[in-house]
Every structure is written in structure tokens, then in C-alpha cells.
């Protein structure tokens, strides 16, 4: 048992896929490491009520998805990213998130705890 197998993972890759883009066997182990930190970012913002910490670990979550696109063989795209809307404490609409999924815009409610948009100085 290596230690990654000590924590309960609430993301798995997809090892289908895996075969089918013909990933080797370091490639699928980052990709482990990779939903491994995805997970202990979502069980810490399940915890913490902090607005820093919460924008923190979405940056965290955005850079987590670019690494995964990366070891997918993906091109990078944030339109196609989807975990930041599913962070546990995210209000954002997250079917009308999904059917924009791929296109550059993406829909906040500004009640979110997560995403909720910095007052800007309205002289500016």
C-alpha cells in the first residue's frame, strides 16, 4: 500500500480514457497526485468559512485543473475548466455553469462565498 492509498480520494482519473490517449504509468501516477490535492482542497473548503482561505483554494483548484489539462494531453483551456464551480460552499449555478462549459463565460452569483466579486471603487 503506498501512501496515497491512506487517503480516501473523492476524484479518480479515468483510466478508459487513460488507455485511450495512451498515457504511461508516470503520467497516471501524477494524475492520481493531481484529484489526491483536487480532494483535500474540497474537503478543506467544506470546513472553513474563511473568504480568504475559500479564494485561495479556488486559485488552488484553477491551478489544479491546468496541471490535469496538461497531463490529459489537453490543450489549455479555461472555458473547459469545471471543478471551481463544484467546490463544496459554491452558490454559482452550476447546470447553467455545465451547459457553458467550453465557451469563455462563465456565471457567478454574487452571493457565492467562493466567487464573490471584490467591491470595485465605482469612481474608478
Not at 491512506?6 to 480514457?17: D, Q, S, T
Not at 473547459?80 to 457567478?108: A, H
Not at 471584490?118 to 469612481?123: H, K, M, S
Request: some cysteine.
Amino acid at each position: 500500500m503506498s501512501d496515497n492509498d491512506k487517503y480516501i480520494c473523492r476524484f479518480k482519473y479515468n483510466k478508459e480514457l487513460a488507455d485511450e490517449r495512451d498515457l504511461d504509468d508516470g503520467t497516471r501516477h501524477e494524475l492520481e497526485l493531481q484529484y489526491i490535492v483536487m480532494s483535500v482542497l474540497f474537503d478543506e473548503a467544506s470546513v472553513t468559512k474563511e473568504h480568504g482561505r475559500l479564494k485561495e483554494i479556488n486559485r488552488l483548484v484553477e491551478k489544479c485543473e491546468t496541471k490535469l489539462q496538461e497531463l490529459w494531453g489537453f490543450d489549455y483551456d479555461p472555458s473547459r475548466f469545471s471543478y471551481w464551480y463544484e467546490i463544496p460552499g459554491c452558490v454559482c449555478p452550476k447546470l447553467d455553469n455545465e451547459d457553458l462549459l467550453g465557451i469563455s463565460t462563465n456565471i457567478y452569483n454574487t452571493e457565492c462565498p467562493i466567487h464573490q466579486p471584490e467591491l470595485v471603487n465605482a469612481d474608478t
